[in-house]
Structure formats: structure tokens, C-alpha cells
């Protein structure tokens, strides 16, 4: 049987995940290649619908990655962006998918081990969740947004 | 502004269950504003639903539309390009916008998707409370600003009652006591006399004791 | 480096510079480097950025091939006279297209290497300027050299030519030479080819070397197996030939190569490096050393091995050496041996200084001071880099900065005029155009290239509708490529381009500036992070990173598609600096920048100017420190051009890089005030540690260096009743709680100790130590310490010293391990070198209100170690001082001026500019519902008089939380709009589902 690798997006903000997630880089250390980076400038940037369309395509997990608590360059993005990833936990627990599959993250620049270290517990609890269930439906009826 | 809720999802599953292709029509009016029915929600509620019906191997097509406004004939006559490929109707709007997509697409099932509340105002950044009951006979006139017909939990025309301690309500201590707000506002105005005034019993024939209400202006009606 | 970084301080703050080496491209010693430390990439990537930029920035003249001879008049008027050695290559008609050295190979000249084996006869793959250059006089068919180059570019008559130039200052960068271990027989470097100089080891990893990056032996071009490091070679020497001196950068560099080994060639190598102290003094070097010994399982040996011979047999070396636990002699066999060789300076700038009346120090640096770093004995003339002493890359970015803040500062008064603007093609309007895109794939050396199948990938891309051209290019960032890119764009009518190259933080600046020189919007560029995000973090799964290269490039061409011309906001620039921290790297900083026109706020929480400095006397080599602060404070305090404001507090802050407010509280009303300004700099400083350990605190003979330095200068009577003193070096450094090494103490214990035996030479003064770093020229003192009968003795950490009250006296013990005895002594004044710790609680508040990253251990975080050493990651922030890491007074000094180099680019301009990444408000959509209005963290939008609401862009910080919010969707933050994001998305989960 084939191993499932999953596909996990990280919504990573430019000041602080993203440049950790580089510093990792820099740092040589490996985590699981199923991680794939989104940019944003503030992991409050990051829309509940972006999450939810993520898994609606198929993403097997999402990581929302800010800044540490008081630390965000633009206040308080990340704490909105906590929230948020909360609501939507609570949609995906609601139409039965469970809400562990999106998880918000924080960390400093500096933390390339940390940023590391989230994108392989994370990859491995997505692991342990299995495939996301809306995958192995059928027709996927897809439509594109009209507004 | 009309302030509504999204309702439960379990509910809104067990709604469109039986359909496959489902128009979900926002609305870009009170239920934006109060962040329950704009297009962002429409978005999500879009994705949570094909998700939900993916999972189970029985994926839906959902088009998003989110109309001006969903109680105005004419905005609603948009939808109808997008009628034929639709099973069913989910609104998100208030019920008044949902009935009027009812009314003009008599063929199609339509369902609430929000549970509409109260007319309101915002008190801070996601936080909505009643004012206005909508009585048809305004008495704010008289009553310093504050409506007690909204306001008070017994709806008192001459409060308050036994149980207003500390200023707030005996029904719930996080419900400010109307009549306190009314004495501390004639207060303000200078017009504590005014609180010795009986207001006499209330006609509630303009309101919903009357039946279903309607204005004409016949200036405009013609 | 140190050359190209002052200069390119010096035309981004507007001025004029002529850039002269004598070598015909620049970029020094740098560019033969493999990888520098601590990051471990690439220099060429690092560095290139930076050649381009001068490469391309009119304000500096490139004088290639060019010698300083002489220099009249003085600070403000110079007259320089410079003579060029002809090239015999027009340079604005090479194209390097390499047909002169396919016919001429011994005519064109070359540089570094081991032999003329190299790939390219370039001297680097991004060489600036971008032309080769002839050695005539090794031509033996002129015509034909002249006639075989297509473009016309050979000028057999080119002559020397020597010029004047009327310069107000002067600043010298020329780099010093390696030491040549030829003198040393006993290591046989030139007789046993697998006996290599460190320059040598870094030319075979290099991939534009001569082996292409492969390790192979020089004798027999197979793998070795073994390899050994000698460290030291040439220098901290007393022989014939040899330098007394250390070389500063020497430990960190052949930690990297032995990193670098076993991380490339993986477990097969086997690396042991021997040593004699191990120097990682710098900020974060000691977590360096931790993961070179515990993670990739590099061998340190402390031990100077005496003879290098070859077993003629097997063709092994054998290395002989002692070790400090007192064994016999041991010998071991290896495959190849790298002498770390160290920098000395030539008898070409020895010559210089004395044309140039400059004094040099006993060995040839030029003379410098404490207070003033960078500044040599004459006037107007200024030092950086290797010159002014041995040093490692960050060091040398420091002071080109601090060199380029002092040369500006005799150019004063300001007379900067408006800054040239560049001919730029005209944009092309792409508008309603389908997209053309074109995919360029970087292997960046080894970077990308070695993990991810990069040909595999372009072609993949190519499949991809849209997509016009999909090819690899080498170093994306390398001028060759750049142009290339740019004829691709213009010749295939490309309207999107996407790279596949490093991280977008260091190189979107490039790239974009590369499309608007192509004549096309710069925001039509989209990034995948081949190199930080995947080549490197997936070099142990190659097939998987290059899976996920193919996702990310999916992802980039599905975003550019809907990528749009943007246009730049921008703004006027507030000119007032807001310096905290009134220590010395403060007063540097904020004096400088005054000196300069630019007024100052220097913020102090204390009653004092001064810092942690007003309580050392003296340097350790013999400067008066009190009366260089008492002239720096005062000169401070007087300034009609800086506000001193004590005993004050900042309590909140807000704005961008040009328009900053910060608002502070001052004692003892405590009344608020806020101040504008458009600068920041911090210099909070770091904490003498104090940490509970050996009696600190508890008994009155157990003091800190920092303590016994006051009690020496108040109380010198007290050392003569002594008899024995200990000194216990790394106390609270170098330890789990605070991982780094202070960097100071080992210099403050030579000075005390030093000092006690001026006192009292009969006492008996030991040091117990780990590491002794005294660095550069310190290690002078280190060795009179020793001359003079002061006791060093190694410790480890599972072995430290014990320390026990006896009377008034205090019990050491501790194990000398080469006399493998245990000592015990009541000592009369045990002196602890605590050294630093992070003013956590300080840099904890000001990082919260400033938004400003740190390190684990409390320091501020710099925005790149060697590039951008002075620089905070948020634009219009820079560190200085011990708030950076721990550092001496002269290192403090040299970064306060370093700022102000690196301020004075941001300050001489009239206009910052914003970028594009505003929030949009679709008027149609908004519902006018005001939770934009109440979400923005700034403060900015607001509905308008058409009911709609409206983001000011030049308020707009682009975080894009609005967006998010809007319940309308009505807004977009340009750059990152929803269709982008979404298009990311499908780009990466297309093929599930």
C-alpha cells in the first residue's frame, strides 16, 4: 500500500514564521518536505475562507504561523489570526471533519529549530489523522466563486 | 439594522440534504454588517457545506451569489440567469430577504441559512444588542432616549421594577436596567420631573397586536 | 567586502565614490570563499547582491587595476593621485564572452585557485565588472588576439594612466595577504600535494573552483577519507617568519570547512580539527562550535602538531603531535591536511602607508584607538577590514560602515544633491496582454542544484500553459544571468516572470529592480524559495525536495498569472534620529549623526551617561578609558544638535521608517512627551553578570574582573598584601543558561593580572581557563602574561574548580590536567570573569514596544550577521553595542558609528518609499459596515463621503488584517490579493482531489 504523504500549507507571516522557516534553512535542519509555504505579510492577513478552501481542495493540514504573543509587527494580527483559526476549528468540527487538521503556531525570527520542530510534530499528528476525508469523494463539484 | 446569526450547521446540513445543486445567496446589507451573511460568509458557509458532502460521497455544487440587497424585488430579479442549474435556495439573508427570493422563485425550495435576531446596533467590533422592538408607536420621546419596550426584559412602560438592583436587570445581571438608564439620562437632561409622568397603557394595535403591518406612502406608491 | 560596503553606505547616503582595487574585478578575499560562517552558504550568493548593486549604482566609478600613490593636501580637500595598469580590454565593449581565453589561455588573467584547472577563467562567476582583462606581455600573436575577439574589445595599445582626483576623504580596505606556510618546513606545504592552505581547501569546495566543488586529494584525484585541520599556522608564533599575533577569524573558518565537509560528502569524511584555543568569540559562534562538535561530529583536538610526513608506501600523512593530558607523543594518519593559515600584511601596504604618512602598529596594521577605530593617524583618512586588524566578515562589515560614517562626516556640510536618476526603459503596458511567463530556475551552485534535479523542473515547468520560456540559470543573481534574463524578457515579449532562487526576503529587491531594468512593472515577479525552504532543509530526501521544487514552482506560476503592474507609494522623510541608550556605543552613534546635521534624541534611562563602561579604567593595552568617556560625554552633552534626555523611559511607539513617534516618560514627574523622528537606533547595552556561583556575593574576597578593575584603580595598596590570586575565566558564560562567550573577560583578566604582577610581583597569580580568546593583538599580552610567570590551566566544564571559604582567604581546587595533580590554594582574591548577560528585562520591553525580533539568549537580532550586522529585520532600525552582543568598548564605538554609516543612507533621502503592498477598497462591494475601520491596528481607513471606505496608502502599513476582516470582501492588499493566494493554492493541490 502507499504511504500517505500528506500535503500541509503553512500560512507563514513575512516577519517572524517565514524568516524563522529561513533560518531553519540557514540552520541546515530538516523537517518533512509536505510542508509548503504561503507568504503573507501578518498571519492576520490570513482569511478564515483561505484555510477552509485549502482543505476543500484537498490540503491534508493547515498551519497558521505568526508571531510570538506581543511581538507581531502589525500589534495584534496574530491574535486575530488565533481567533480566527479557532472559528474555524469549530466550523470543521461542526460539518464533521474535526478541527485538529488547522493549528495556529507562533515563534520568533530566530527560531529556525522551532519552526523545524512544528513542521514535523504537525506533519506527523496530520499523519496519524489521516488523508483528509474530503478527498476520497467523488466529483469534487467545484464551482467557481461568482461574487 | 437587522442583526442575524448563522444558524447551527447541523441544521443547515439537514436543510439542503436532499439537493445537489444549491444557489447560497448573501445579502450585502444588515447581515454584512453584522458579519453573518456578507460574502465572506458566504464563503465559508460555501466551503464548510462541500466539504461536508464531499466527506460523505455525495459532494454538492454550490454558487455563491451575494445580492445588493435580498429584500428588494428588483436585486432578487438578479438571481434569475443562475435559477435553472440551482436545486434549492440557501439565503443568508434576514428572513425578510429570504421570503422575498421565495416569493419570486415559487418553483424553488428556499431555506434560511441565518436565524434573524433583533434590530440592534453594534456596540463594539462583533458585539450586537437589541434596541428597537419595532412597536409602530415611538415612545423614546418620553423616555429620555431609551426605549423600555426593547430594553426592559418586561417591557415596563413606568419602571422600573422590584428587581433592578445595581442598575441592572433581575433576568440577567449583564442587562443594563432600562429604567435605570432612563433616570440616569433625564438626570443628565435636567428633566427628573418628567420620570413622575405616567405613561398611560400602550395601544399595541400598531404593532404586531394589529397583524402583519405594511406602510404605503402614497406619494411614492402611486 | 569592506571596500564595496563603504562604498555602497557612501552613494545610497549620495555621495560620489571612486571604488579602486588593484585586482581587475572587486569583492577581495571573499569571493575565492566557498561558504562563510555562521550561516554556511554560499558567498557568492551573499555577496553578489552587493557587487551588482555597485556594479549598477552610478554614483560609484569603478577604478579596477588601480594602485593610490600619493596623497596631498588634507581632510576635506585631498588630491589623490591614482595610477591604472592597462587592462588592454575595453571594458564597455566585453561582453566575457570567453573567446580570447578559448585562444589565449596564459594571456587572460587569473587570480585564485590551486591551478589553472578552473572552469572559467572569470574570477567569479558574478564578477564586477563583467570583463576579462589581458597580461600582454604573455600574448605571443597580438593580431590575432585582437582580431578573434567578436567584440572588438581588445586595445593592444591601452597604456598605464595616472590621474588625480579631488577627494574629501579617504578610506582604505585593501585587505591583507595570507600567510604562505612555505616557511614552515616541518608541514611540507609545496612539497606533499595533499598538504593544502585553508584558501586552498576552499577553492576544491568551491563549485567554481578547479575540482567543480568535488573533494578530491590533489595527488591522485581521489576522495580522502580523513582530513585534518592545523590551526594557527603562522600565527600566535615567536619562530622566524611567524606572527605573534592571533588572526581573529581562523577557528570560525575551519569550523565551517569541516562542517561543510561532513555535510556535503555526509559520515564518509572523517574531520579533526587540532587546536590551540578555540576562538568562537562572536555572537552565537560558541552554539556554532556545539553543533560543529555535537551535530555534525567534527574532532577538536587541542593540540599543536609539530611535523607533517608522508608515508611513502600508502601516500597517507602523518601527523605527530602531543595532547594536553601529558601522553606520550601520538601520531595519526590522514588524507589530506589543511593549514589554517592566517592574514599578515605585505610589503605593497607597508610601502603604501608610509606614501600615505599613515603609522602602522609593530606588525604592519594600521595604528588605530579605542575611541576612535577606524580612524588612522592622518586625517581624513580612514581604515576597515583586514588592514586595520585581523577580523572576520561581520567585524569588517562594521567597520566599512563605521569608516563610511566618518569619511561622510568630513564631507560636511551636507551638500547631497538629488540622486541621479538611472535611464530606465519606459514600462511596457502589459495591460489586457494573455501572460507570457518565463520560469527561471537557479542552481545556485551546490545550494539548489546538488538536492534538486533543477533541468528536471524547468522542463516540467515548461509543460505549464502560458508558460513562453522555462530554462535553468546558474546563479540567478549573477550579473551574466541577470542580463540574460532581462534579453529573454525583452526578445520573447515575457509579461511574468518567475525565479526559482533563494529566500524573496534577501532577493525580491534584486529581482524586481531586474524586470523594471527589462522594462516591465516590477511586481510582475513571483518567488519560489527553492534554496532556504527546500534545497537546504531536504538534502537528506533529495527526489522529495525536488517534488516539492515542482509544487512550489506550480505555485508561482499559478500566482503570477495574476499578477498586476503596482505602482510605489511614498512619502517625506523625517530627519531626526532616536538613539536609546546613553552608553558608548549611543554617544558614538548619536555625535556622528549630529556631526553629520542630523538632530538628535538620545534617550537614557539612567541619571548618567556612559554605560557599563564608566567602571572600566583602562584597556589592555593601556588606553585611559575614564578620560575617553568623560570627552565623549561631554562632547555629548554639548552638542548644540543633540537633546540628551536622563533618566527617561519609552513607553510606546508607533509608525514606519521615516515617520516614526515614540513616546517617553521622563523621571521624576514622570511627564509624557512624544517625539517625531524618522530614525531609530538602539543601544540599551547588556548586563555585567552577576552569577551565584563560587562564592560571588558571599564572601569578600571573590570579586568580578569588572570589580577588581575599580578596586586596582582606587585601591592599588590592596594587590601588594596579596599571595596568591585565581581568576576563573567563562563564569556564567559558555554555559547552558547563557550559551555565549562574552568576549571580554579573557582580555580583562590578562589586564588585571597584568596589573596585580606591576603591583606586586611576588603574588602568585593563576588563571583558570577553557579557551583563552585573546584575539588579534591581545594575544600580545597573553603571551607577556605567560613571560611573566602568570599561570594559565586549562579546565573543562564536568570538571570546573571548587571554591571553599578559609578565612579570609578563599579554597581553590582544581586539577592541572598536564601535571595531572590536583591543586588546592587559599587564594586572597579570587576574580570571576562573568562577562554579559542580555539586559532581558530591557530588551524584552523595547523588543514588545518596538515589535523588534531577539535571540534565545535576550540580545536584539540582527537583520543578517554578515551583511546586515548593524541593521534590524524592521527598516529604519539598527542595533549597536552590547544590546547586539557582547563586545569591547573599541567594538562598541565602531558599530555607534556604524549606524549612524548605515542611518545616513535612509537620512539623505527626502522620500521613503512604501512599496505597493497598500490595501484597496472596492467601493462597489463595501458595505460601509466600519469593521476595516475598527480592525486596523494604525488607525487608517475611514469611510468616506461616498459612504465607502478608504485606506490612505501612504498610512496603510500592508498587513492586510482588514482584508481578512472585511465581511464584504472588498478589500484586497495589493501584492497578496485574495485571486493570488487562492491561485497559490490550486497551483499546489491541482492534481489532488
Known amino acids: 500500500m502507499e504511504t500517505f504523504e500528506p500535503v500541509i500549507v503553512a500560512f507563514c507571516c513575512h516577519y517572524c514564521a517565514y524568516t524563522a522557516a529561513d533560518m531553519a534553512g540557514s540552520m541546515r535542519l530538516h523537517y518533512p518536505p509536505n510542508v509548503k509555504i504561503i507568504r503573507v505579510p501578518c498571519s492576520g492577513k490570513v482569511d478564515a475562507i483561505h484555510i477552509m478552501k485549502a482543505l476543500e481542495k484537498g490540503a491534508d493540514g493547515v498551519i497558521v504561523a505568526g508571531c510570538l504573543e506581543g511581538d507581531c509587527h502589525f500589534k495584534n494580527g496574530n491574535i486575530r489570526a488565533a481567533h480566527r483559526v479557532d472559528s474555524v476549528r469549530k466550523i470543521l468540527g461542526d460539518i464533521g471533519m474535526g478541527g485538529d487538521r488547522v493549528e495556529m503556531f507562533t515563534m520568533s525570527a530566530g527560531m529556525g529549530e522551532r519552526f523545524a520542530l512544528v513542521a514535523t510534530e504537525f506533519t506527523e499528528k496530520i499523519c496519524k489523522l489521516g488523508a483528509n476525508p474530503v478527498k476520497s469523494g467523488t466529483d469534487m463539484g467545484m464551482h467557481q466563486a461568482a461574487c | 439594522m437587522i442583526t442575524a446569526e448563522r444558524k447551527p450547521m447541523e441544521e443547515i446540513i439537514g436543510s439542503v440534504s436532499p439537493y445537489r445543486r444549491i444557489l447560497l445567496v448573501g445579502c450585502n446589507e444588515c447581515v454584512t454588517v453584522c458579519a453573518a451573511g456578507g460574502r465572506k460568509e458566504v464563503g465559508l458557509l460555501a466551503s464548510a457545506l462541500k466539504m461536508h458532502f464531499a466527506k460523505e460521497g455525495n459532494p454538492v455544487e454550490i454558487e455563491e451569489v451575494t445580492l445588493e440587497r435580498q429584500c428588494d424585488p428588483e436585486y432578487v430579479e438578479e438571481l434569475l440567469p443562475r435559477m435553472d442549474q440551482a436545486d434549492a435556495v440557501l439565503s443568508m439573508a434576514c428572513g425578510c430577504g429570504a421570503q422575498e427570493v421565495a416569493r419570486r422563485y415559487k418553483e424553488k425550495p428556499v431555506f434560511p441559512a441565518v436565524n434573524t435576531r433583533f434590530m440592534g446596533a453594534s456596540e463594539r467590533q462583533g458585539v450586537w444588542a437589541e434596541r428597537c422592538a419595532g412597536c409602530g408607536n415611538c415612545v423614546l420621546g418620553i423616555t429620555a432616549g431609551v426605549c423600555p419596550i426593547a430594553r426592559c426584559s418586561k417591557q415596563l412602560l413606568n419602571g422600573p421594577c422590584g428587581g433592578s438592583t445595581s442598575g441592572k436587570c433581575e433576568v440577567d445581571p449583564d442587562i443594563d436596567c432600562a429604567w435605570q438608564l432612563i433616570w440616569d439620562r433625564l438626570k443628565a437632561l435636567g428633566m427628573q420631573e418628567r420620570y413622575e409622568d405616567n405613561i398611560p397603557a400602550k395601544d399595541w394595535r400598531t404593532g404586531r397586536g394589529g397583524g402583519p403591518r405594511r406602510i404605503v406612502r402614497e406619494d411614492l406608491a402611486s | 567586502m569592506a571596500g564595496i560596503r563603504s562604498a555602497l553606505d557612501l552613494a545610497e547616503a549620495g555621495r560620489d565614490v571612486v571604488l579602486m582595487d588593484k585586482a581587475y574585478s572587486i569583492g577581495g578575499l571573499m569571493t575565492s570563499l566557498d561558504r562563510t560562517f555562521p550561516t554556511n552558504n554560499c558567498d557568492l550568493c551573499t555577496l553578489s547582491p552587493h557587487l551588482s548593486e555597485s556594479g549598477r549604482d552610478l554614483r560609484i566609478e569603478l577604478m579596477p587595476l588601480s594602485r593610490l600613490d600619493d596623497v596631498q593636501g588634507e581632510a576635506g580637500e585631498f588630491k589623490a593621485t591614482v595610477t591604472s595598469e592597462p587592462r588592454y580590454i575595453d571594458l564597455a565593449k566585453c561582453t566575457a564572452c570567453g573567446e580570447c581565453y578559448r585562444a589565449f589561455p596564459e594571456a587572460v588573467r587569473f587570480t585564485p585557485g590551486l591551478d589553472h584547472r578552473a572552469p572559467t577563467c572569470m574570477r567569479y562567476p558574478q564578477a564586477t565588472p563583467y570583463a576579462f582583462s589581458i597580461d600582454m606581455e604573455r600574448c605571443d600573436n597580438i593580431d590575432e588576439l585582437v582580431r578573434i575577439c567578436p567584440a572588438s574589445a581588445i586595445l593592444p595599445e591601452d597604456t598605464r594612466k595616472t590621474r588625480t582626483l579631488d577627494v574629501g576623504s579617504i578610506i582604505l580596505a585593501p585587505g591583507a595577504d595570507l600567510f604562505n606556510p612555505r616557511v614552515l618546513d616541518t608541514y611540507q606545504y609545496g612539497v606533499l600535494p595533499d598538504v ?9 569546495l568551491s563549485a567554481s573552483g578547479p575540482t567543480k566543488g568535488e573533494l578530491l586529494r590533489p595527488s591522485n584525484g581521489k576522495s580522502p577519507k580523513k582530513i585534518a585541520w592545523i590551526q594557527c599556522v603562522g600565527s600566535r608564533g615567536v619562530q622566524k617568519g611567524l606572527v605573534s599575533y592571533c588572526s581573529s577569524a581562523c577557528c570560525m573558518y575551519a569550523l565551517k570547512e569541516a562542517m561543510v565537509t561532513r555535510e556535503r560528502f555526509g559520515g564518509e569524511v572523517e574531520t579533526t580539527i587540532f587546536y590551540m584555543d578555540m576562538r568562537t568569540a562572536g ?159 537557479c542552481d545556485c551552485g551546490f545550494n539548489i542544484g546538488s538536492v534538486v534535479n533543477v533541468a528536471e523542473i524547468a522542463q516540467s515547468m515548461s509543460r505549464l500553459p502560458q508558460v513562453e520560456v522555462s530554462e535553468v540559470v546558474g546563479h540567478g543573481c549573477s550579473r551574466e544571468s541577470i542580463e540574460h534574463i532581462q534579453k529573454t524578457i ?162 510606546d511607539h508607533s509608525g514606519m521608517a521615516g515617520m516614526f513617534k515614540t513616546g517617553i516618560q521622563v523621571a521624576p514627574q514622570m511627564f509624557y512627551r512624544e517625539i517625531k523622528h524618522g530614525i531609530t537606533i538602539l543601544a540599551t547595552g547588556a548586563l555585567p553578570n552577576r552569577p551565584k556561583e563560587y562564592l560571588l556575593g558571599r564572601h569578600k574576597a571573590v570579586v568580578t574582573q569588572l570589580d577588581l578593575d575599580g578596586l586596582l584603580a582606587r585601591d592599588p595598596e590592596a594587590a601588594r598584601g596579596w599571595n596568591d590570586v585565581v581568576m576563573i575565566q567563562c563564569v556564567g558564560s559558555r554555559v547552558p543558561e547563557n550559551p555565549n562567550c562574552s568576549r571580554v573577560c579573557c582580555q580583562a583578566a590578562v589586564k588585571n593580572a597584568l596589573r596585580i604582577r606591576e603591583l606586586n610581583p611576588d603574588a602568585c597569580i593563576y588563571v583558570l581557563y577553557r579557551d583563552m580568546r585573546t584575539a588579534g593583538f591581545d594575544e600580545d599580552y597573553f603571551r607577556k602574561a605567560r613571560e611573566q610567570g602568570i599561570i594559565f590551566t586549562p579546565y573543562d566544564l564536568d570538571a570546573k574548580p571548587e571554591v571553599e571559604p578559609s578565612g579570609d582567604a578563599v579554597s581553590v581546587t582544581f586539577t592541572d590536567p598536564i601535571l595531572r595533580r590536583r591543586f588546592r590554594l587559599d587564594a586572597d582574591c579570587l576574580a570571576l570573569s562573568t562577562g554579559f548577560i542580555a539586559d532581558e528585562e530591557s530588551t524584552e520591553d523595547l523588543g514588545a514596544i518596538f515589535k523588534l525580533p531577539r535571540t534565545p539568549d535576550g540580545y536584539f537580532l540582527e537583520e543578517h550577521v554578515k551583511l546586515r550586522p548593524v541593521d534590524l529585520p524592521i527598516p529604519g532600525f539598527f542595533v549597536a553595542g552590547t544590546a547586539h552582543a557582547p563586545k569591547t568598548i573599541r567594538e562598541s564605538i565602531a558599530q555607534g558609528q556604524a549606524v549612524a554609516g548605515r542611518a545616513q543612507t535612509l537620512l539623505a533621502r527626502d522620500v521613503i518609499n512604501l512599496g505597493a503592498a497598500v490595501a484597496q477598497v472596492d467601493g462597489t462591494k463595501c458595505a460601509a459596515c466600519l469593521i476595516c475601520v475598527r480592525a486596523c491596528p494604525f488607525g487608517v481607513p475611514f469611510i468616506n463621503e461616498k459612504g465607502y471606505s478608504e485606506i490612505d496608502p501612504s498610512k496603510c502599513h500592508g498587513c492586510g488584517v482588514c482584508a481578512s476582516e472585511c465581511p464584504a470582501k472588498a478589500i484586497q492588499l495589493m501584492q497578496f490579493e485574495d485571486d493570488q493566494i487562492m491561485a497559490k493554492l490550486e497551483g499546489l493541490l491541482e492534481r489532488i482531489s
Open chain 3, 490 to 651: 525583452r526578445d520573447r515579449k515575457l509579461n511574468r516572470v518567475v525565479m526559482g532562487a533563494c529566500s524573496p526576503r534577501t532577493h525580491e529587491t534584486l529581482f524586481q529592480d531586474m524586470l523594471r531594468k527589462a522594462g516591465i512593472n516590477k511586481y510582475l515577479l513571483e518567488i519560489a524559495n527553492l534554496r532556504d525552504q527546500d534545497a537546504w532543509v531536504h538534502s537528506d530526501r533529495p527526489r522529495d525536495a525536488s517534488a516539492k521544487a515542482d509544487e512550489l514552482m506550480r505555485m508561482a506560476v499559478a500566482t503570477v498569472r495574476h499578477a498586476r503592474p503596482l505602482t510605489d507609494y511614498h512619502l517625506a522623510m523625517n530627519k531626526d534620529v532616536l538613539v536609546v541608550g546613553g552608553g558608548v556605543a549611543g554617544m558614538s552613534a548619536s555625535l556622528s549623526l549630529a556631526d553629520m546635521g542630523y538632530r538628535v534624541f538620545l534617550v537614557e534611562r539612567s541619571g548618567k551617561l556612559g554605560g557599563v563602561a564608566r567602571n572600566v579604567h583602562r584597556t589592555l593595552r593601556g588606553e585611559d578609558v575614564q578620560a575617553g568617556i568623560d570627552a565623549l560625554i561631554d562632547r555629548t552633552e554639548h552638542h548644540d544638535r543633540i537633546q540628551v534626555l536622563k533618566n527617561a523611559m519609552i513607553v
Open chain 3, 196 to 204: 593544502v592552505t585553508s584558501l586552498d581547501y576552499e577553492r576544491i
Open chain 3, 283 to 441: 555572537k552565537d559562534y560558541e552554539t556554532y562550535l556545539e553543533r560543529a562538535r555535537n551535530e555534525y561530529g567534527v574532532r577538536l583536538v587541542r593540540s599543536r602538531p609539530h611535523t607533517v610526513e608522508m608515508e611513502p608506501s600508502t601516500g597517507e600523512l602523518v601527523l605527530s603531535y602531543f595532547t594536553y593530558d601529558g601522553k606520550v607523543a601520538l601520531t595519526e594518519r590522514f588524507d589530506m591536511v589543511v593549514l589554517t593559515v592566517g592574514f599578515r600584511i605585505g610589503a605593497e601596504l607597508t610601502e603604501m602607508a608610509s606614501r600615505l604618512g599613515i603609522e602602522l602598529n609593530q606588525h604592519n596594521f594600521a595604528q588605530t584607538g579605542t575611541f576612535n577605530p577606524v580612524a588612522t593617524s592622518r586625517p581624513g583618512i580612514y581604515v576597515s577590514g583586514l588592514f586595520e586588524s585581523p577580523k572576520d566578515i561581520p567585524a569588517t562589515v562594521v567597520q566599512a560602515s563605521a569608516a563610511a560614517c566618518c569619511a561622510a562626516a568630513d564631507l560636511s556640510p551636507l551638500r547631497v544633491v538629488s540622486r541621479k536618476e538611472e535611464e530606465l526603459l519606459p514600462e511596457r503596458d502589459v495591460e489586457g496582454e494573455e501572460p507570457r511567463i518565463g520560469v527561471f530556475v
